[in-house]
């Protein structure tokens, strides 16, 4: 009976849409299994863009990322622990849009903003508009740890991470000429504060560096979390989708956990994490029942069969056409970015629709990868 429930997702995957090339499919065995999808931001990321050099520094911090995570991982760690360690290591490099090397807003100081999530509990905690912790997403989980909240923003979670002896740095600790260079870029194309000015702008020098990660460990439990500096030139205490929990950053151990990056008004108006996370469970409920109507029925009318949820394969197709189908929504409407994603059932992928994107993945299978171009 194995053999037809195997065959039956078989022929639902076919059903589905053309496996992207950034699918991976699971491992047929997930006990003591763990996973790690990182990402260092999307954009207008293509090789004439970026030296040999750079992009070797880029993918060597990748690996880096990577190593951090899957240490914790191997040794029987938290998925939460692995997250904080791989996105602790991007957010402390000048490549990335997040801690140290995060953009400047419009009055040239620096508002960073992170989020984590457990896909165990859903217990999350996120920050915005901070501006003195040198790791952001260290915030993050001390408001899911320590306090009754979940997002706590401006002045309020300065206060709160002092309060938690989180380590504070000076606003020049988060500054580099890059950055300094990329604000007076934008200001110079701003000649009118207009809509149509500012996404002018941002299409010419679009490059989303926030940072995030997302793990499944050894237990069975997923957690996600995202860290960036925001937008370049933002005003008016703008908040994107990263410490927003369902638009930038999202996890539950019923059907996955994803952090994104991109234009973050978009990812807010679509709630692109939630969105995505729930079609996978809702899917994955229909592709059960879509089984259990090929099972065949004995005499008296009833199944031979009944389909357990624990022996149920889920195609990797399946995910990849969801986390593609929502981003092609959010593109339709204007925006643009990508998304990591894990599963329960092992998967682990990307989807994006910019030129390239930073990212990189590591399991217990010995698979390990990272790659920064659409092509790759």
């Not at 692995?82 to 419009?106: C, H, Q, R, S, Y």
């Not at 165990?120 to 408001?143: D, E, F, H, Q, Y």
């Not at 994107?240 to 978009?266: F, L, Q, V």
């Not at 994955?284 to 029942?289: A, G, L, S, V, Y």
Request: with cysteine.
């Amino acid at each position: 009976m194995r053999v037809l429930i195997r065959n039956i997702c078989v022929f639902i995957a076919a059903l589905a849409m053309p496996v992207a090339a950034h699918a991976e499919e699971p491992p047929e065995v997930l006990e003591g299994y763990w996973s790690l999808v990182i990402h260092g931001g999307a954009g207008t990321i293509s090789r004439d863009k970026i030296t040999e050099e750079k992009d070797a520094e880029l993918r060597a911090k990748l690996t880096e990322a990577l190593d951090a995570g899957e240490a914790i991982l191997a040794d029987g760690g938290s998925a939460t622990d692995a997250v904080i360690a791989a996105i602790m290591v991007l957010e402390d490099d000048p490549n990335f849009n997040a801690g140290k090397g995060a953009v400047l807003t419009w009055e040239e100081s620096f508002s960073l903003d992170s989020s984590i999530m457990e896909g165990r509990t859903r217990n999350s905690g996120a920050a915005a508009g901070v501006s003195a912790t040198k790791n952001p997403i260290l915030l993050a989980r001390a408001v899911m740890d320590n306090s009754r909240h979940v997002l706590l923003s401006g002045e309020g979670a300065d206060v709160f991470s002092r309060e938690q002896g989180l380590e504070q740095v000076d606003q020049d600790y988060f500054s580099t000429p890059s950055r300094v260079e990329a604000l007076e870029r934008f200001k110079q194309r701003m000649s009118k504060d207009t809509q149509s000015a500012q996404h002018d702008a941002l299409g010419r020098d679009a490059r989303f560096g926030t940072v995030g990660a997302v793990a499944l460990d050894q237990s069975g439990n997923i957690a996600a979390g995202t860290s960036t500096g925001g937008m370049t030139g933002k005003r008016w205490g703008r908040i994107g989708d990263s410490p927003i929990i369902g638009a930038g950053t999202y996890a539950d151990n019923r059907s996955c956990g994803i952090s994104g990056t991109g234009t973050g008004e978009y990812f807010i108006r679509v709630g692109v994490a939630q969105e995505f996370c729930t079609r996978v469970r809702l899917r994955f409920h229909e592709m059960m029942k879509e089984a259990q109507a090929e099972v065949p029925l004995r005499e008296d009318g009833f199944p031979s069969y009944i389909v357990h949820a624990s022996e149920f394969l889920y195609p990797a197709a399946e995910v990849q056409a969801i986390a593609d189908e929502v981003i092609g929504e959010m593109g339709a409407l204007g925006g643009s970015g990508g998304v990591i994603y894990l599963t329960p059932w092992g998967h682990s992928g990307y989807s994006f629709d910019t030129p390239g994107m930073y990212r990189g993945r590591a399991d217990s299978s010995g698979r390990k990868s990272v790659a920064v171009f659409a092509d790759e």
